[in-house]
């Protein structure tokens, strides 16, 4: 065995090692830029905020919503929906009556819908009130959260309007 030759061999790796290892680099790549490029890495990491609601119905015509406990929550992505219509959507001013739904009428700023709207953000402890001008009872009441940055909504809260 000739010790010198194998000590002055200066080939490199085999171009097949090579090749695979191109290969590899450019698929990570292709991989990393085309998250970026198509916003999948935005909408991965957006999910609903986590909070706990109650739902207190005197009767079917005044009920009160409390925000329990859970993350905080910005007063422009909520609204309140009651048998399938929109009857407060948040308006992220505080103090503000909020957009009371024009489509519902037995939802009006008149009769008191959201007298008592929740602030710029919604955190423990804050209240709503809803006075409807009818009777209610029966009616699904949900909370639902729109995503600010993109068209994705979620229910986070939900009752049965007792009478």
Known sequence: MN?????TEDRAV????????MVAITVIL?????????GLGDQVSESAPQAQFSFDFANGTYGTI????????????LSVVVGGATVYSGTGAAGSPGDISASSPDFTAGAGA??????????????IALAPGSDQAGNEVRIVWSSSNSDKTATIGQATWQG
Do not use: M, Q
Request: hydrophobic share 45%.
């Open 3 to 7: 010790f010198r030759k194998l000590l």
């Open 14 to 21: 085999s171009p097949v090692i090579g090749v695979i290892l």
């Open 30 to 38: 292709a991989a990393v830029i085309g998250t970026f490029v198509l």
């Open 66 to 77: 409390t925000h329990d406990g859970g993350d905080s929550i910005d007063d422009s992505t």
């Open 114 to 127: 959201a007298a008592d709207a929740w602030g710029s953000e919604v955190s423990a402890g804050d209240s």
